[in-house]
């Protein structure tokens, strides 16, 4: 296997840092200061090459002191080429396109900001984003709280927030997104801070997200590479590892490496200057850990999502080998329908498949490990975009892609979930209703409205249906072994263009509103 993105410029970059761990108090001053001299990226292009050979390779190793896709074997890998670069870059006979003309040109125009003051207008520092969780959790005490996952190497506190129905949420399955593994992967920070805005503001509101913060518990994480995110913020916007002191002037474990399953393996690397090294043995970086430690101690950890950009990528397991997951069929059908709805949004592209095929070999990483260890549905996005400005995705493009990560989150969430799906329904013929994802063996009712959503208790059942004056459609049903139960009901003559709003209910749990129009 052949490990790409040798950092050959990592030495002189590495001046500019402090060495060794900064007490805290300095580090976290750090977070709104702007280190003295930033690096600069003047005249730094990123240029997509094709890679055609080793000769290939080899020569964009040399050329290149970070790879921004770490793609193996031949095909497009985009690259970073410092300006004294280019002309060997041009001699070297290696075909490229230009993506990016001038990185640092980038970087001045998303520091500038501006472009209003609303959350979503900017990028927000780790500071930032930890007083938005806490104004989140100070507005909807009953739904949210803040916590920490544990300490970081510079000893940042890992935090999140937990989002969970008004009784606590004991007993429903955990699902857990984190932004920023990747540190300059600025745009999953954001895409999580909506995540968790819009379920909390959609509680009680939007009947959908009602029924998922009723059935789930969220722990999003924005920012898990707190030391990573914070220096990208002060000393270098192109940083990605943690902030590890290696020795010999090398700076950085990757992460999204150094889990256990597959350590070691392809698509990482042995050496400490590398942007993919994957550390000195599985988990051995405290942010890893602490992570690891968090998920292990979900009561009921079901599904998880690591957000990184970019890509346009919805990615399953495996990324350490090319063997397909026993589940690998019903990942395929999460992934089809994430691709779906994230295309359908703003009609850009979206690929779902094995991390290992549809991006690269990538072993030791969070999601296997979530997969293979945990026992949770594990995926991957890579947000967007796609190469036009990579990692300094415009913050015009910050609600676009958080509402595309979003989308593809819920379909994850709404898997985990009982869901009520609904036939064709026409007036003097038969209609189905089908209820997945129940507690199984368990008595399942459906009920309707005609006159739309609404809050009613039901007090034998436990549960707040969101429908108004709800009827029983059908007699209740026993659910069978994994939890699904199905209705086939004749639609009474004369009741076209009608319209009717359909929940399930069990003890304690409901399912979405469906709302259909007889035909
Ligand atoms: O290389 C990576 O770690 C990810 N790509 S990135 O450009 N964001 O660095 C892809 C790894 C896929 N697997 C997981 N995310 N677990
Ligand atoms: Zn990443």
Known sequence: MLNRCTCVFALALATLAPTGPLPIASALAQDDVAA?????????????????????????????????????????????????????????????DVMIEDVQALIDAERQGGRGDGWYDDYHNLAEIEAFMQ?????????????VVGNSLEGRPIRGIRIHNPNGGAGNPDVLYHGAIHAREWITT???????????????????????????????????????????????????????????????????????VGWGGEGSSGRSSSETYRGTAPFSEPESQVMRDYQLALPNFQGFIDIHSYGQLILQPYGYTSQL????????????????????????????????????????????????????????????????????????????SSEECFEGAMVLARFLTMQLSVGTLTAGQNGQF??????????????????????????????????????????????????????????????????????????????????????
């Open 434 to 519: 089908d209820i997945s994802n129940g507690t199984p063996n368990t008595m399942t009712y459906l009920a309707y409205s005609i006159q739309g959503l609404g809050s009613t208790y039901v007090a034998p059942l436990n549960v707040t249906l969101d429908l108004r004056s709800p009827v029983q459609a059908g007699p209740g049903r026993v659910s069978d072994g994994s939890g699904s139960v199905s209705w086939t009901l004749p639609i009474p003559q004369g009741t076209s263009g009608r319209q009717v709003w359909f929940q399930g209910a069990q003890l304690g749990r409901t399912t979405n509103v469906v709302e259909k129009t007889i035909n």
């Open 36 to 96: 003295a001299a930033p690096v600069r990226y003047d005249g730094h292009k990123v240029v997509r090459a094709n890679i055609r050979n080793l000769r290939d390779l080899r020569t964009m190793e040399t050329l290149s002191p970070d790879c921004w896709t770490h793609g193996s074997g031949v095909g497009p890998v985009d690259y970073r080429i410092p300006p004294d670069s280019l002309a060997a870059l041009d001699a070297s006979g290696v075909p490229y």
């Open 325 to 400: 997951p026993p589940d690998h069929s019903t990942y395929q059908s999460i992934g089809a329908n994430m691709e779906t709805i994230m295309e359908s949004l703003h009609g850009k592209s979206w690929t779902h498949g094995p991390t290992y095929t549809t991006i690269y070999p990538a072993s030791g990483v969070t999601l296997d490990w979530a997969y293979a260890e945990a026992g949770a549905w594990g995926l991957s996005f890579e947000l967007r975009d796609t190469g036009q400005y990579g990692f300094l995705l415009p913050a015009s493009q910050i609600i676009p």
């Open 190 to 260: 954001m895409a999580c801070t909506y995540i968790m805005d819009t379920l909390l503001a959609g509680y009680g509101s939007d009947p959908d997200l009602t029924a998922l913060v009723n059935q789930l518990n969220f722990h999003i994480i924005p920012v898990m590479n707190v030391d990573g995110y914070s220096y990208t913020w002060t000393n270098d916007r192109m940083w990605r590892k943690n902030r590890r002191n290696n020795g010999g002037g090398q700076y950085g474990v990757d992460l999204n490496r150094n889990y256990s």
């Open 135 to 147: 104004s989140l959790a100070d507005t909807y005490p009953n739904l949210a709280e803040t916590f």
